[in-house]
């Protein structure tokens, strides 16, 4: 690990003016993620920013039963409130799909959502990566693809993101809100906080330089049935290989690309009264078979119908 700098915020905005102060900065809660990526010098970071004690852990009641998380409150603090169980189980799912207790014990709500993919030519720097090293190729392209996005990728990356937390959060069309160093506060809709790789795969969300996530917020809870549904290849220590969140008709789909995909063809579908595997075929359309992860379209095609059968009550 190449020696860095800390120091412990005294405020949200104290940390964002820190942070642009120095570019070479990374904000720190659980460190789940980052601590294992400055261990291995995948993340270089000269300076820490200590976030953790700042006031943004508390779930807080909104208008129509919506909620407000802070977030600093953890992954395990999330799945065990009882207003997040009863109306937005599927977001309870999915977090308890994420990773060991240990894990969701430290892990924040905010660095769930800024966790980096789990691509082996990420983590390996020996080997052409666009989204450590830009304009140095992407490894898996030609290389071992199998858990490779099947959306939005391009031709710069085709890594997916790993977050089970994220997903459940874009079928709910939850919010992202932020500060930046002047103090201003935003907004962002979950499915337009994550960026698709394009041309700069580097780049992974909407953030401005400093800008620091102060909590998301949950709309008043879907009227119709919830579910969500992850697939691996064993059941615990293993990534996804595919995921399905179910809210109301919503669908959005994990471990198949960049970010959170939201599957407006299939909800278009759905709203027409076409079938799951009709409204999930539809959404196969777009997807991509780059060899080896081929395997993710077939089983997308079972697995969504599986969760909506899941959801209705219709299947266990």
Avoid at 47 to 59: E, F, K, N, Q, T
Avoid at 112 to 135: E, V, W
Avoid at 148 to 157: D, I, Q, R, T, Y
Wanted: proline share 6%; glycine share 8%.
């Amino acid at each position: 690990m190449k020696p860095f700098t800390y120091e412990r915020a005294e405020n949200a905005q104290a940390a964002a003016q820190a942070a642009v102060e120095n570019p070479q900065t990374r904000f720190i809660a659980g460190g789940t993620n980052l601590l294992d990526l400055m261990k291995m010098e995948i993340e270089r970071q000269a300076h820490l920013i200590d976030v953790s004690r700042l006031p943004l852990a508390a779930i807080e009641e909104g208008a129509d039963c919506a909620l407000r998380i802070g977030a600093m409150a953890t992954n395990s603090a999330v799945a065990a409130d009882p207003r997040v169980r009863s109306r937005y189980p599927v977001l309870v799912q999915a977090i308890v799909s994420g990773g060991s207790p240990q894990l969701r014990n430290k892990a924040s709500v905010a660095g769930n959502l800024m966790q980096r993919t789990r691509c082996a030519y990420f983590y390996d720097t020996a080997k052409p990566c666009n989204k450590r090293q830009p304009g140095s190729g992407c490894g898996a392209m030609e290389g071992l693809n199998r858990n490779a996005a099947v959306f939005g990728a391009s031709e710069a990356c085709i890594a997916t993101h790993p977050s089970d937390m994220a997903v459940a959060l874009s079928v709910l069309d939850a919010k992202v809100e932020t500060i930046d160093s002047q103090g201003f506060k935003r907004r962002l809709e979950l499915d337009e906080f994550h960026r698709l790789p394009g041309d700069t795969p580097q780049v992974e969300t909407a953030l401005q330089p400093g800008e620091l996530i102060t909590a998301v917020v949950l709309p008043p809870p879907p009227e119709g049935p919830q579910a969500y549904r992850k697939v691996r290849d064993r059941a615990s220590y293993a990534g996804g290989l595919a995921s399905v969140a179910v809210a109301d008709g919503r669908v959005a789909l994990g471990a198949v690309a960049l970010k959170p995909w939201r599957a407006a063809r299939a909800e278009a579908a759905l709203t027409a009264g076409a079938s799951p595997a009709e409204a999930i075929a539809a959404e196969l359309e777009g997807a991509q078979d780059r060899g080896r992860n081929g395997f993710k379209i077939d089983l997308l095609s079972r697995l969504v119908p599986a969760v909506i059968a899941q959801a209705r009550g219709d299947a266990a």
